[in-house]
């Protein structure tokens, strides 16, 4: 069975601190991992994503996010929080086999504190 | 490139009456999928389409909502009589192979039930 654990629902940092949102999956296959960001009444929008490449994936806005594959994990970090990275993140499994299949994280909402 | 477009961004309607939410995916994305996203949760996945096919509905409450992709492009989800639970954010989403299966999300129809 395929699922996405988010470690934390919230995490508050200071602005200009770094910031790491924590994400571990479960899967039989080799999975195809987003991270997707949403902002107060938007749209969820790409931050990053993994797809067998490099394990080291970097993203929109200062955002980079590494697959490990023996700790079956895909933190994402970014070195110094802006005021504006202020949002809910989702972490996202794909699984592609006749059809697409999408498992969502529960979330992870990051505060920053002024 | 012309992301996802949604429509109506908003709408309030009172219980047991009928709403309709239309979606046009990026240009040449044969997978749509539709989500509720209840205020403070993830997405929750109602139906997805391969181009005019039906590939899960598992989680569509049959019994009020519908949805439906006639020629394969953009698509209308349905709900009648509407449920005070009802309101949520609906998110349309598209993907394709030629963006790398990667999914695009809409901003969403905001949907109050009173």
């Known amino acids: 069975a395929q699922s996405v654990t988010q470690l934390d629902s919230h995490v508050s940092v200071s602005e200009g601190t770094p910031v790491l949102l924590r994400c571990n999956y479960s899967?039989?296959?080799?999975?195809?991992l987003f991270w997707y960001v949403q902002h107060p009444n938007k749209g969820l929008q790409l931050l990053l994503k993994?797809?067998?490449?490099?394990?080291l994936v970097k993203g929109i806005n200062g955002f980079e996010a590494e697959f490990k594959k023996s700790e079956t994990s895909f933190h994402l970090t970014k070195p110094s929080a802006h005021m504006s990275d202020a949002a809910e993140y989702f972490c996202?499994?794909?699984?592609?086999?006749?059809?697409?299949?999408?498992?969502f994280g529960s979330g992870t909402r990051l505060s920053i504190r002024p | 490139e012309a992301g996802v477009a949604q429509s109506p961004r908003y709408k309030i309607i009172e219980k047991r009456q009928s709403v309709a939410f239309w979606c046009n995916p990026i240009?040449?994305?044969?997978?749509l999928y539709w989500y509720q996203q209840i205020l403070g949760q993830g997405p929750k996945l109602l139906i997805q389409?391969?181009?005019?096919?039906?590939?899960?509905d598992s989680q569509l409450p049959k019994d009020r909502f519908s949805a439906e992709r006639l020629k394969g492009v953009d698509s209308t989800l349905k709900i009648q009589p509407a449920k005070l639970e009802d309101s949520a954010v609906y998110l349309c989403?598209?993907?394709?192979?030629?963006?790398?299966?990667?999914?695009?999300f809409g901003e969403g129809s905001w949907l109050t039930v009173v």
């Open positions: 989403a598209s993907s394709g192979v030629l963006s790398g299966n990667t999914i695009y």
């Open positions: 899967s039989s296959y080799s999975p195809s």
């Open positions: 993994y797809t067998s490449a490099a394990t």
């Open positions: 996202v499994v794909t699984l592609y086999s006749s059809a697409s299949k999408i498992i």
């Open positions: 240009s040449g994305h044969a997978t």
């Open positions: 389409f391969q181009n005019n096919g039906v590939v899960d």
